[in-house]
Antibody, heavy 118, light 107 residues
Framework: QVQLVESGGGVVQPGGSLRLSCAVSGFSFSNYGMHWVRQAPGKGLEWVAAILSDGSNKYYADSLKGRFTISRDNSKKMLYLQMNRLSDEDTAVYFC???????????WGQGTLVTVSP | DIQMTQSPSTLSASVGDRVTITCRASQSISSWLAWYQQKPGKAPKLLIYKASTLESGVPSRFSGSGSGTEFTLTISSLQPDDLATYYCQQYNNYSWTFGQGTKVEIK
């Protein structure tokens, strides 16, 4: 069955960097676009970034101001999110999800928690 | 960016009640609207896409309608398992946005 497993979260100081990973299995990864979505503690969902199936195009939420980079390695079935110049506003659970077409995000991982704290 | 506004933010209803959640887009998104259910501590679950198409395996008491800027999610007969927060999400021109969520409580 489809599985998405995020990793790489943890505690990081303000101004620091972190790279999240998402390992996928159970479907043909190279045929699907992918997303990162985050959720701050007690808050709603916020779309972060998307990447097309072949990695040729990437899209980001305007609020990120160029600090985050989404990438993928289809040979390893891995999705990544490089996060730089982190601030306390980036504290959140980060989810990876599949793009099922027609605008929907159909499969989700369990999330990984990023905490930005001095 | 397209903004999505859900109402109400919270609703309390009894088991068996019909429940309706509204989602409004700041500009027309045709039918590119999805609904998700999120239970505490869990990942979101896709319920409906393209405004009214029920995802496979989702109970038929859930339905969606609307197009353009106004959309609704209806639970025809609320069940205890429906305790959750519900989010709408739009897709337009390689940008995705979620509504702020509607928390459904059981009376």
């Amino acid at each position: 069955q489809v599985q998405l497993v995020e990793s790489g979260g943890g505690v990081v100081q303000p101004g620091g960097s972190l790279r999240l990973s998402c390992a996928v299995s159970g479907f043909s990864f190279s045929n699907y676009g992918m997303h990162w979505v985050r959720q701050a503690p007690g808050k709603g969902l916020e779309w972060v970034a998307a990447i097309l199936s072949d990695g040729s195009n990437k899209y980001y939420a305007d609020s990120l101001k160029g600090r985050f980079t989404i990438s993928r390695d289809n040979s390893k079935k891995m999705l990544y999110l490089q996060m730089n110049r982190l601030s306390d506003e980036d504290t959140a659970v980060y989810f990876c999800s599949t793009d099922g077409g027609m605008g929907k995000l159909d499969y989700w991982g369990q999330g990984t928690l990023v905490t930005v704290s001095p | 960016d397209i903004q999505m506004t859900q109402s109400p933010s919270t609703l309390s209803a009894s088991v068996g009640d019909r429940v309706t959640i509204t989602c409004r887009a700041s500009q027309s998104i045709s039918s590119w609207l999805a609904w998700y259910q999120q239970k505490p501590g869990k990942a979101p679950k896709l319920l409906i896409y393209k405004a009214s198409t029920l995802e496979s395996g989702v109970p038929s008491r859930f339905s969606g309608s609307g197009s353009g800027t106004e959309f609704t999610l209806t639970i025809s007969s609320l069940q205890p398992d429906d305790l959750a927060t519900y989010y709408c999400q739009q897709y337009n021109n390689y940008s995705w946005t979620f509504g702020q969520g509607t928390k459904v409580e059981i009376k």
